[in-house]
Each structure stands twice: as structure tokens, then as C-alpha cells.
């Protein structure tokens, strides 16, 4: 092929030249023929591109495919329920309630009832009408410590930071929040002035770069803290020990994006680059930890102050709850991350291969606080890939309390899943700094969308829960909702995540699938202790019909 380009090009500038010179205006040819051979001549030389370098010209089609593939599938290839990370059936049903439209389906499901993984939730013969239920269910989120509590809605936004998204972005899903009475995470980018002006209620998340009460060296800055989360609009704290896109991951802001408006927001210094380290420096331990919580909830008033996590190893979280469980001194809430990730740009293994699946983590995180006997206190957030009504249902039968959403409120928004959050190019205006394309996304219009579909979602749960013959989310369990594991083989979710008696963990023998966490896990480190489990300690352990063991 490169002899062919170079025969070629010499041809059509030989017969160029020799055509102008019988006729002198054919010369305008070279307006279309040179910039051709220019761009041939550098293919053919330049060192990075192989197949342009043994293609010049042709080989670039390549490159102009490879970015036209994901758009080409979206719309003419993939099916309506095989689209990723979101179906084009859950796409569709966020864009129909976000503008209030139809959001019925004909002639039956499109889903394969028999494949494996299909879920269900059990009806009720003696159904309740859904205007006989609350339309706006909330749950009272704060412990024994807490002066302020908060009633949040069982329906919020997730964290997402500016920068992250958009200024247009964040104004439309706060002032959504605002219209319908819910709660906005701010994500661990601090609040924002764009976070700030519509007025909705915030969680202001706190994550290792400490963006907002922070020293310019790093270091959590209490007074900052205090000054900042005594604002009437910050509802909830919420310190961020890992997430579900990159749990165990930092990052870093490039000098070039800390602009004037960062570094006020972020308390960092215009012009230099900002790193988020992979882990806390205010507390190292367990009981540290718990330590930080208190004084911050003191700082900032009385409010509730939790933690979120994607779990990982599993001692770290029983090593947690020791602490709570030793000091007295609990968390308010606990936000569960799915290992599924979420709306942030992350390493592909970080968001492929790192840290548990939201629906292992939500069971997990409620059993050890039940047998610690600190559910009482604690409520939990469901975070990750929740955006209908039946989402928010098996969330909470399998233990949230509430739930959170990024991405559903993101399509609300009017993302298209271009998959372009992590290039700055989101055509949608929606998660990028391009002022030319966030320009596209009109507030007003869109606020209005975001408050829509976070009405008809809870509306549509609290017709589920109807359905069911319930009266309140908390009468839900893990028995109402079912899952295929076999072509002949169903299990509710009582049988697939089994409970434990409330306060077994306070004592021995534990619930065998515990044991282990319990025996590596103390109150004063996060590292696992070097205790080995052994045939005697299982021999003993109370399985209380539980022969499922895990490590740590």
C-alpha cells in the first residue's frame, strides 16, 4: 500500500501539473489533492501508528470507525435488554418518567424469565392500593449522638463532584432536589457554589483529599470543617473511606485544572497539582476513626455523620464495628458502594475486578451490624445501578434503609451513555468543562426532569410495596424478592443471603461464615491480625443453619 500511495500521489500531482498547463485553472485542483498528499507523505514517515504507516491515508478510516463503533451499536446493533452498563429499556424508562411520559410497556416483558439471574418480587392476593401508602416514604436518619436528625427520602442523589460533571450539571440536580425534597451528595469535590444557589439539601462528602476543610499541606482542617458544615443546607456528613469505581484508589488534579474557582472550593493552591491519596491521614484505626466521627459531629452541630465504603476486605468492616461496638460512639449511617463502579473515570481493573458487588456488600454490611446489635442506630445507603422502583425494592429487602443514584440521575439529566465521562467531550453537557458543551444542557428544563423521574421511581416503588401487601419499606425482607439460579432452581433472597440472630456477634460461638472475619479483625488496626483459624475454632463455631464460610 505504500507504493501504491506514492505511485499514486505522483500520478495525480504529475497529472495535475500537466492539465494546468493547458488550462491554468485546473490549478484549484491542488486545494483537494495536496492536503491528501501532504497527510500520505507524513503517514509514511511518522513513527507511532503502524497500520497508517503501512496504510497512509486509507489507514486512518480505522481510527474514525473505532470512534463511530459505540455509537453505531448503540443505535442500530444492540437489543433492547443487552446494552452496557445500562439496558436501553432502563435507559428508556429514566427518559419517559423524567418527561413524564408513557412509561408502560406492550405485550409483556422483554426479558427472559427463565435465564439465570432473572428476579422477582412476591405479590400479595390481599393487595393494598397504592394511594392508601405514604407517596413519599422517608426514613429518619441519625443515631443515639445525634441532635439533628435528618428524614431523607428513600430516593437521592449520589456523590458526584463539580468538576466531575458539569456547573449546568449540578445546578438542574440540586434544584431538582430542591423541588422534590431530597438529598444532593456532593461528592468529595466540596460544596460548590453551583451545589449551593438552588438551595437543595446537601451530604457533603469528605473524601482523602479532605477538598473543602483542608490545610494547603493536606491535613483535615477543623475549623474549616466547622465554619462550612454548619450551613442550614448541609443535612448530612458523609466521609468517604473508599468507593465502587476505584475503591482503594487516590487520584490527582493536574496544576492545569486547578483553576481560581477549584482551589476556593477546594481550599488547595491555584496552579499546583492536588493529590487525593489512597487513604485517610486524620485517623489510622478503627477506633481512630470512630473518634473522628464524634468530634466532627460535634463540630458541625449535632448532625449526622457516616461513613461510605465499598467493602473490600471483610475483617476491616467487622474491625469497625468493634470499635462502635466498644466505645459506644456510632456512625449515623453507612453508605454501601457497589465493586460494579459508578459515573468517576477509573482504572478498568479497578472498576472490573476490585471490591464487592453492591447486592453481597448491602447483606454483608446489615448482618454484622445486626449481630453486633447496632442496626438500631445505623441506617444504611444503598449506592449503585439504581434507578427503578424494583432497584430500590430489593435494595432494601435485602437491608438498605435508602438509596442513592449517579448514573440514573445522570440519564435523567439527558446523558445518552456515550461513554465519554472521562474525556471531557460528553455530548450531552453533562459530565465536561467544554463551556461550548455544557451550554447544551438548560437547568431549568432539566431540574425539572430530575424531580420527575425521582417522583415516579419512588411512586413506582411504593406501588410495589402495595403490591406486596406492605405498608412501609421496613416491612420488606430478604423473602419477598426471588432470583433463578437454575434452570430449575429458585431461591428468595432469605435463602441466598441467610440472617443472623441480632447480637451474635456479641458473643461466642459466631454464626460460622463470620468467624473467620471475626477472629482476623480488632478494634485498634485495620490490618487483619495474625490469629489462624483452626479445625477446633470451626468445630465450635454455631452455624445457626449457616454452612457458608468466607474469608476475610
Given at each position: 500500500?505504500?507504493?501504491?500511495?506514492i505511485a499514486i500521489?505522483?500520478?495525480?500531482?504529475?497529472?495535475?501539473v500537466m492539465i494546468?498547463?493547458?488550462?491554468?485553472?485546473?490549478?484549484w485542483?491542488?486545494i483537494f489533492?495536496?492536503p491528501i498528499v501532504?497527510?500520505?507523505?507524513?503517514?509514511?514517515?511518522?513513527?507511532?501508528?503502524s497500520i497508517?504507516r503501512?496504510y497512509p491515508v486509507?489507514?486512518?478510516?480505522?481510527y474514525f470507525?473505532?470512534d463511530l463503533?459505540p455509537?453505531v451499536?448503540q443505535?442500530?446493533?444492540?437489543?433492547?435488554?443487552?446494552?452496557?452498563?445500562f439496558s436501553?429499556?432502563?435507559r428508556s424508562l429514566?427518559?419517559?418518567?423524567?418527561?413524564k411520559?408513557?412509561?408502560?410497556i406492550?405485550?409483556?416483558t422483554?426479558?427472559?424469565?427463565?435465564e439465570?439471574g432473572?428476579?422477582?418480587?412476591?405479590?400479595?392476593?390481599?393487595?393494598?392500593?397504592h394511594?392508601?401508602?405514604d407517596e413519599?416514604?422517608?426514613?429518619l436518619?441519625?443515631?443515639?449522638?445525634?441532635t439533628k436528625?435528618?428524614?431523607?427520602?428513600?430516593?437521592?442523589?449520589?456523590?458526584?463532584?463539580f468538576g466531575?460533571?458539569?456547573q449546568?450539571a449540578?445546578?438542574?440536580l440540586?434544584?431538582?432536589?430542591?423541588?422534590?425534597n431530597?438529598?444532593h451528595n456532593?461528592?468529595?469535590?466540596?460544596?460548590?457554589d453551583?451545589?449551593?444557589?438552588?438551595g437543595?439539601?446537601?451530604?457533603?462528602?469528605?473524601g482523602?483529599g479532605?477538598f473543602?476543610?483542608r490545610?494547603h499541606d493536606?491535613?483535615?482542617?477543623?475549623d474549616?470543617?466547622?465554619?462550612r458544615?454548619?450551613?442550614?443546607q448541609?443535612?448530612?456528613i458523609?466521609?468517604k473511606?473508599?468507593?465502587?469505581?476505584?475503591?482503594?484508589?487516590?487520584?490527582?488534579?493536574?496544576a492545569?485544572?486547578?483553576?481560581?474557582?477549584i482551589?476556593?472550593?477546594?481550599l488547595?493552591?491555584?496552579g499546583?497539582?492536588v493529590?487525593s491519596?489512597p487513604?485517610?491521614?486524620?485517623?489510622?484505626?478503627?477506633?481512630e476513626?470512630?473518634?473522628f466521627?464524634?468530634?466532627?459531629?460535634?463540630l458541625?452541630?449535632?448532625?449526622?455523620?457516616?461513613?461510605k465504603?465499598?467493602?473490600?476486605r471483610?475483617?476491616?468492616?467487622?474491625a469497625i464495628?468493634?470499635?462502635?461496638?466498644?466505645?459506644?460512639?456510632?456512625?449515623?449511617f453507612?453508605?454501601?458502594?457497589g465493586?460494579e463502579g459508578?459515573t468517576?473515570?477509573?482504572?478498568?481493573?479497578f472498576?472490573n475486578?476490585?471490591?464487592?458487588?453492591l447486592?453481597e456488600?448491602?447483606?454483608f454490611v446489615?448482618d454484622?451490624?445486626?449481630g453486633?446489635?447496632?442496626k438500631?442506630?445505623i441506617?444504611i445507603?444503598a449506592?449503585?445501578?439504581?434507578?427503578?422502583g424494583?432497584?430500590?425494592?430489593k435494595n432494601?429487602a435485602l437491608?438498605a434503609?435508602?438509596?442513592?443514584?449517579?448514573?440514573?440521575?445522570?440519564?435523567?439529566l439527558?446523558c445518552?451513555?456515550a461513554?465519554?465521562c472521562n474525556?471531557?467531550t460528553?455530548?450531552?453537557?453533562?459530565?465536561t468543562q467544554?463551556?461550548?458543551?455544557?451550554?447544551g444542557?438548560?437547568?431549568?428544563?432539566?431540574?425539572?426532569?430530575?424531580?420527575?423521574?425521582h417522583?415516579l421511581t419512588?411512586?413506582?416503588?411504593?406501588?410495589?410495596?402495595?403490591?406486596?401487601?406492605?405498608h412501609?419499606t421496613?416491612?420488606?425482607?430478604?423473602?419477598?424478592?426471588?432470583?433463578r439460579i437454575?434452570?430449575?432452581v429458585?431461591?428468595?433472597?432469605?435463602?441466598s443471603?441467610?440472617?443472623?440472630?441480632e447480637?451474635?456477634?456479641?458473643?461466642?460461638p459466631?454464626?460460622l461464615r463470620?468467624?473467620l472475619?471475626m477472629?482476623l479483625s480488632t478494634?485498634?488496626?485495620?490490618?487483619p491480625t495474625d490469629?489462624?483459624?483452626?479445625i477446633?475454632?470451626?468445630?465450635?463455631?454455631?452455624?445457626f443453619?449457616?454452612?457458608l464460610?468466607?474469608?476475610?
Amino acid at each position: 500500500m505504500r507504493k501504491a500511495f506514492i505511485a499514486i500521489a505522483a500520478f495525480l500531482v504529475t497529472a495535475t501539473v500537466m492539465i494546468s498547463l493547458a488550462w491554468p485553472p485546473f490549478y484549484w485542483a491542488f486545494i483537494f489533492i495536496g492536503p491528501i498528499v501532504i497527510l500520505g507523505v507524513y503517514d509514511l514517515y511518522q513513527p507511532k501508528h503502524s497500520i497508517v504507516r503501512n496504510y497512509p491515508v486509507v489507514g486512518r478510516l480505522r481510527y474514525f470507525m473505532e470512534d463511530l463503533r459505540p455509537k453505531v451499536y448503540q443505535y442500530f446493533v444492540e437489543s433492547d435488554t443487552n446494552g452496557k452498563p445500562f439496558s436501553r429499556l432502563n435507559r428508556s424508562l429514566i427518559y419517559q418518567r423524567a418527561k413524564k411520559e408513557n412509561d408502560t410497556i406492550p405485550f409483556g416483558t422483554q426479558l427472559d424469565v427463565y435465564e439465570n439471574g432473572y428476579e422477582w418480587l412476591s405479590h400479595s392476593i390481599a393487595a393494598i392500593s397504592h394511594t392508601e401508602l405514604d407517596e413519599d416514604p422517608r426514613v429518619l436518619v441519625g443515631g443515639p449522638g445525634c441532635t439533628k436528625p435528618y428524614s431523607a427520602s428513600i430516593y437521592n442523589i449520589s456523590a458526584m463532584s463539580f468538576g466531575s460533571l458539569s456547573q449546568n450539571a449540578i445546578l438542574a440536580l440540586n434544584g431538582g432536589a430542591k423541588l422534590g425534597n431530597f438529598a444532593h451528595n456532593t461528592g468529595e469535590g466540596g460544596i460548590s457554589d453551583y451545589h449551593a444557589n438552588p438551595g437543595g439539601d446537601l451530604v457533603w462528602q469528605i473524601g482523602t483529599g479532605y477538598f473543602g476543610c483542608r490545610h494547603h499541606d493536606g491535613t483535615f482542617n477543623y475549623d474549616a470543617f466547622a465554619e462550612r458544615s454548619q450551613s442550614d443546607q448541609v443535612k448530612m456528613i458523609e466521609i468517604k473511606l473508599s468507593q465502587g469505581a476505584k475503591p482503594g484508589h487516590g487520584g490527582i488534579l493536574p496544576a492545569k485544572k486547578v483553576t481560581p474557582e477549584i482551589a476556593r472550593i477546594r481550599l488547595v493552591k491555584e496552579g499546583f497539582d492536588v493529590i487525593s491519596p489512597p487513604a485517610h491521614a486524620a485517623f489510622k484505626t478503627p477506633l481512630e476513626l470512630v473518634a473522628f466521627v464524634q468530634k466532627l459531629r460535634e463540630l458541625s452541630g449535632g448532625k449526622p455523620i457516616g461513613i461510605k465504603l465499598c467493602i473490600g476486605r471483610r475483617s476491616e468492616f467487622f474491625a469497625i464495628c468493634k470499635a462502635m461496638s466498644e466505645t459506644g460512639t456510632y456512625v449515623d449511617f453507612v453508605t454501601v458502594d457497589g465493586g460494579e463502579g459508578g459515573t468517576g473515570a477509573s482504572p478498568q481493573e479497578f472498576s472490573n475486578a476490585v471490591g464487592m458487588p453492591l447486592r453481597e456488600g448491602v447483606a454483608f454490611v446489615y448482618d454484622v451490624l445486626s449481630g453486633f446489635n447496632l442496626k438500631q442506630h445505623i441506617k444504611i445507603i444503598a449506592s449503585g445501578k439504581i434507578s427503578s422502583g424494583f432497584d430500590l425494592v430489593k435494595n432494601i429487602a435485602l437491608g438498605a434503609d435508602l438509596c442513592n443514584s449517579a448514573r440514573g440521575m445522570m440519564f435523567a439529566l439527558g446523558c445518552i451513555q456515550a461513554l465519554e465521562c472521562n474525556s471531557n467531550t460528553c455530548p450531552t453537557g453533562v459530565a465536561t468543562q467544554d463551556a461550548s458543551l455544557m451550554k447544551g444542557l438548560v437547568v431549568e428544563d432539566k431540574r425539572v426532569r430530575v424531580f420527575n423521574f425521582h417522583k415516579l421511581t419512588v411512586q413506582s416503588a411504593v406501588e410495589l410495596l402495595g403490591a406486596a401487601g406492605l405498608h412501609h419499606t421496613y416491612q420488606l425482607t430478604r423473602a419477598y424478592i426471588n432470583r433463578r439460579i437454575a434452570p430449575n432452581v429458585m431461591q428468595s433472597y432469605m435463602e441466598s443471603f441467610p440472617y443472623i440472630p441480632e447480637g451474635s456477634l456479641l458473643k461466642t460461638p459466631y454464626p460460622l461464615r463470620f468467624e473467620l472475619g471475626m477472629a482476623l479483625s480488632t478494634s485498634s488496626s485495620f490490618t487483619p491480625t495474625d490469629y489462624k483459624v483452626s479445625i477446633v475454632d470451626y468445630a465450635h463455631a454455631n452455624s445457626f443453619n449457616d454452612n457458608l464460610t468466607s474469608g476475610s
